[in-house]
């Protein structure tokens, strides 16, 4: 999904955050928000989520029986299986910090994933206890292709740049400009 200047993952996050604090108990106010977000209770288990989990997560999340993630699994980076308990989710519960920065990728019961960014966020009581939590599920996947794309691109630039057969390089030229011309479709909310 691409997010304008108003829609920033960020200010997302802020707005849900605002509306969970107004005490909000309905959660109306994200079912209108553009990005996948799910409330846990202190024990991880989903006690609300946005329409837009179901997207994301390609199957209806159960309230109150899913825990830490409104996701079907959970691999890493590095196609690792996640269990559920040890994802940035459980992470931000069992520490009460929010977790930043780090990425996982999840599959859909229909085989098809996606990457994504995660910004588990607990949400403290007046007297500073955890009272629930809040996150956010960035898709990244698109940028993700972008730029290995374009190292890709990069590749057979640099191999242009060590053969001497005229034939070659040409073949490289194009397909560094068609690695190129993809990952701008990509920018761009296209499919290549």
């Excluded at 309905?26 to 409330?39: E, G, H, N, Q, R």
């Excluded at 599959?107 to 990457?115: A, H, L, S």
Aim: aromatic letters at 8%; a negative charge.
């Amino acid at each position: 999904m691409t997010y304008g200047a108003n829609t920033a993952p960020e200010s997302i996050l802020y707005r849900a955050v605002a509306a969970l604090d107004s005490g909000d108990a309905l959660y109306s106010a994200l079912d209108s928000l553009p990005a996948p977000i799910y409330v846990t209770d202190t024990d991880g288990l989903i006690i609300y989520f946005n329409p837009a989990c179901i997207d994301f997560a390609g199957r209806k999340p159960q309230v109150g029986l899913d825990r830490w993630c409104v996701t079907w699994k959970l691999f890493t980076d590095e196609g690792a299986f996640l269990p559920h308990a040890e994802c940035p989710m459980a992470t931000a519960i069992k520490t009460a910090r929010p977790v930043r920065g780090v990425s996982a990728v999840a599959e859909r019961p229909d085989g098809t994933r996606v990457t994504f960014m995660p910004y588990p966020t607990p949400l403290f009581a007046p007297d500073g206890s955890l009272r629930s939590s809040v996150n956010m599920l960035i898709d990244i996947t698109e940028k993700r292709q972008s730029a290995a794309l374009r190292e890709q691109a990069a590749r057979c630039r640099r191999l242009m740049r060590s053969i001497a057969n005229r034939d070659t390089v040409e073949t490289l030229a194009l397909l560094a400009e068609e690695y190129e011309t993809k990952a701008l479709l990509l920018d761009a909310g296209k499919s290549p």
